[in-house]
């Protein structure tokens, strides 16, 4: 099994920042892609940035330029650096991470994280 825990959501004003952990501990042979999505209530859950291995990132529009995505492999942690943030980027965020067990090399195993409120007044 694989733990992730989450820092760094909360209350902030329009234009300001936030940075965003999640650090995963556990039974971790390797790492394949680390993420964050997002959901808004009454809406589904969007990917927002992911990672991977190799560094390369995929970033949803809406935050290309404003949001960014980073990993540290030594402690298994993904962070967000979310800049200029706007009210529409209200949502739980949710981090998800591709898990490799030593019991099983070759298959990939989904984990997500509890969520973190990111509320942003206008």
């Known amino acids: 099994q694989v733990q992730l825990v989450e820092s760094g959501g909360g209350l902030v004003q329009a234009g300001g920042s936030l940075r965003l952990s999640c650090a995963a501990s556990?039974?971790?042979?390797?790492?394949?892609?680390m993420g964050w999505h997002r959901q808004a209530p009454g809406k589904q859950r969007d990917l927002v940035a992911a990672?991977?291995?190799?560094?390369?990132?995929n970033y949803a529009d809406s935050v290309k330029g404003r949001f960014t995505i980073s990993r540290d492999n030594a402690k298994n942690t993904v962070y967000l650096q979310m800049n200029s943030l706007k009210p529409e980027d209200t949502a739980v965020y949710y981090c998800h991470t591709v898990v490799r067990h030593s019991d099983s090399p070759l298959v990939g195993y989904n984990y997500w994280g509890q969520g973190t409120q990111v509320t942003v007044s206008s």
């Open positions: 556990g039974d971790i042979l390797k790492i394949n892609s």
């Open positions: 990672i991977s291995s190799r560094g390369d990132t």
